[in-house]
């Protein structure tokens, strides 16, 4: 993992501590969700190998994620958040346009960082 990759998600992980001790619920549950979907992005496909055996360990190797990947996850993640703002607010469902607006802020914090 590169240094900016790492600093990243040692941000984020930094920055969910200090919103769960703020109580900020919008916060910590969006940071939550950037952090699994990276998570699930060092996931690699189980096959039969992979199956555990009675006194083996299923345990594989996870993927290495590059920082560009990372990158990509939190603009995707973005994206998600916009195409549902404008379908909760296609339905006049205001509120919850506004909850998504309020991770969507959240979301982009993360992006375009150097």
């Known amino acids: 993992m590169s240094t ?3 600093s ?8 969910l501590r200090a919103a769960m001790k703020e109580r900020d619920a919008v916060t910590t ?5 950037l952090l699994e979907a990276m998570d699930n992005a060092c996931a690699v496909p189980m ?9 083996r360990s299923g345990d594989v190797p ?3 994620v590059t920082e560009s990947e990372y990158e990509i996850i939190l603009r995707n993640e973005a994206a998600s958040r916009n195409a549902a703002i404008l ?3 296609r339905l006049g469902r205001t509120e919850a346009a506004d909850q998504v607006r309020a991770e969507l802020s959240v ?8």
């Open 4 to 6: 900016k990759t790492h």
């Open 8 to 15: 990243l998600r040692t941000r984020l992980s930094t920055d």
């Open 29 to 33: 549950l969006t940071l939550r969700s």
């Open 47 to 55: 096959t039969a190998e992979h199956v555990p055996v009675y006194g």
């Open 62 to 64: 996870r993927r290495v």
């Open 87 to 89: 379908e909760y607010e």
């Open 107 to 114: 979301v982009l914090r993360y992006i375009g960082e150097d």
